[in-house]
């Protein structure tokens, strides 16, 4: 059917409507490219017509010449053709679909391999796309391929997957495409859906490099190029929060440096819901929200104020004194109503052991009592009343409260009762009177031991009165007790729990844990106590049980 070889001008050619490919001028411009580095190595099918010959086969080869021909390049014409035999039109259209079936483009894995040898061969990407009319980008997507473990190929050859997904693997580690190979053949398991895929396979988080606030040459760690949506990714999500977390710091403290009043940290975990605020300036007490996305990015909202506030704020605007000191005092407290209870009781059965080993002290209290009063001096001891059964079990197992459990033993056994309280009273006056007789025959120093000892019985918990004795007696709370499970599971305010990480890590150090959750940072605050994996902090307290008593907001510290 075939004849010799020939080469035709481009003038004695046309394209057959019998040609089984549709491609128009705008399918040729890389194939143009091929031919004018390496001429046309494929000939072209043709048959006889009156006018000269028909293209039964190669109209992009053809077009592609005829495109160079056009801008003065004429190294590719005449083209070499194959001439069919002069038979029907039936002939035509099999050798036109014959040729053009045997050159259906490669798939993305056959690309891949043919570049490899040639690579293999000492060709650069450069020459490869050049070989092939092809931009460089193209070839390095190809080769990227190259990353892939044999059993994801295997499935994509399989046609269990699509291109799409292909592509995505080549941003993972050769584990966690591993990871999901097995996720998609196991039939009682669900690989992730492909809009989440991308995140599972950098590790949970899909962190661009284009959301980083620092300087990428401070990172470390490994970033992924996505090769085919031509972006970068974080796959050390650690190493990238601590440098993110520094420098949103240093955004907020240049924000408060020029002359926001409040820059609050929205963390990722939240949104900023800009329909729940109202704008208000600078000079009149709006503040920055500094919003962090779980992917990284951050954005800044200036000028806004919680619509409650701002309505509360009027409301109060138009009320006399009494009415605007009730509003303040419905502000939220620091801390809340069982973490209150736990810093009373431990400042109070320190500050109560301490005054029962001070004589001078308690007599000028009682003194002070005689003169002043309290509502306990009917007279009645101090129960230290828990806020519910957990911190009821806790007090009891406080050093402090044996300690002073057993002075009272001992006060009790030189009075010489029969009794487990020792302040109790007695409508009947027998027991004063008995205890009376009994001191009588006590030396001075022994019932100045007695009376601090009475007078440490019934210390109201909870008052000013509390904090002035630590501060006098020089309490230190830590002697007796260090921040424990109960403390830091009631420790709940977010602005207190990092202010206690600044206190207990240093500032530098806080910065990078900025937008952590509360749990998080009340974790490393412990482990920096215990010395676990960090340098131990020694003597720290928390500032509710210091002596005088600190605070780390500007809000009540109680709702009392």
């Known amino acids: 059917m075939l004849r010799d070889l020939h080469h035709i001008p481009l003038d004695q050619l046309k394209v057959s409507k019998l040609n089984a490919r549709r491609h128009g001028a705008k399918d040729i411009t890389s194939l143009a490219a091929s031919i004018a580095a390496i001429g046309v190595l494929q000939p072209l099918l043709v048959r006889r017509n009156c006018d000269g010959f028909e ?11 005829k495109s160079l021909d056009a801008d ?110 097995q996720l998609v053949t196991d039939p009682e398991q669900a690989p992730p859906p492909f809009w989440q895929l991308k995140a599972w396979l950098l590790g949970g988080a899909e962190i661009s490099c284009k959301a980083a606030l620092f300087d990428e040459a401070l990172y470390t760690g490994p970033i992924a190029t996505d090769l085919f949506g031509e972006d970068r990714f974080f796959t050390d999500a650690e190493e990238f929060w601590r440098l993110q977390n520094v420098a949103i710091a240093e955004q907020r403290d240049k924000l408060l440096a020029s002359g926001w009043g409040e820059v609050i940290i929205v963390p990722p975990n939240e949104r900023f819901q ?91 209290l009682v003194l002070a009592h005689i003169l002043g009063g309290s509502r306990l001096w009917t007279v009645d001891a101090d129960l230290q009343t828990p806020h519910n059964e957990t911190i009821a079990a806790w007090r009891d197992g406080l050093p402090t409260q044996a300690a002073f459990a057993e002075l009272r033993r001992e006060a009790i056994a030189r009075l010489g009762l029969d009794e487990e309280a020792l302040v109790a009273r007695d409508s009947s006056g027998e027991r004063t009177a008995t205890i009376f007789v009994r001191l ?118 109680t709702a009392r």
């Open 72 to 181: 003065g390049n004429e190294t590719a014409s005449p083209l070499p053709c194959v001439i069919l035999e002069a038979t029907g039109d039936a002939t035509a259209i099999e050798a036109s679909l014959a040729e053009n079936i045997e050159r259906l483009p490669m798939d993305e894995l056959d690309q891949h391999e043919a570049f490899m040898a040639l690579k293999r061969k000492g060709l650069g990407e450069p020459d490869i796309a050049a070989h092939f009319g092809i931009s460089e980008q193209i070839v390095k997507r190809r080769l990227a391929i190259a990353s892939l473990i044999p059993d994801v190929r295997r499935l994509y050859r399989q046609g269990e997957m699509d291109a799409k997904t292909l592509h995505l693997l080549t941003l993972a580690t050769k584990e966690r495409q591993k990871a999901w190979v």
């Open 440 to 557: 009588q025959d006590m030396p001075d120093d022994s019932v100045l031991a007695l009376l601090a000892m009475a007078m440490a019985d019934t210390l109201v918990m909870g008052t000013g009165l509390i904090d002035t004795l630590g501060q006098t007696l020089a309490v230190d709370v830590g002697q007796h007790w260090q921040p424990d499970d109960l403390f830091f599971d009631l420790a709940k305010d977010r602005e207190a729990v990092s202010a206690m990480l600044t206190e207990v890590i240093g500032e530098t150090a806080a910065r990078s844990y900025l937008t952590e959750t509360g749990t998080k940072k009340k974790a490393i605050i412990r482990k920096a106590l215990s010395g676990d994996g960090r340098t131990k902090v020694e003597g720290w307290l928390p500032g509710y049980v210091r002596f005088p008593q600190e605070q780390y907001t500007g809000r009540p510290l």
């Open 55 to 65: 293209i039964v086969a190669g109209q992009r080869r053809y077009l592609a010449v």
């Open 274 to 364: 800009e329909w729940d605020h109202e704008p208000v300036s600078k000079a009149k007490g709006g503040a920055v929200y500094i919003d962090v996305a779980p992917d990284g990015c951050v954005a800044i909202h200036k000028g806004f104020h919680p619509s409650c506030d701002r309505q509360r704020a009027r409301r109060a605007a138009g009320q006399d004194d009494a009415s605007a000191s009730e509003a303040t005092t419905n502000e939220r407290p620091e801390i809340s109503a069982p973490l209150a209870n736990v810093v009373d009781i431990l400042r109070h059965s320190a500050v109560r052991l301490a005054v029962a080993s001070a004589p001078g002290i308690g007599l000028r």
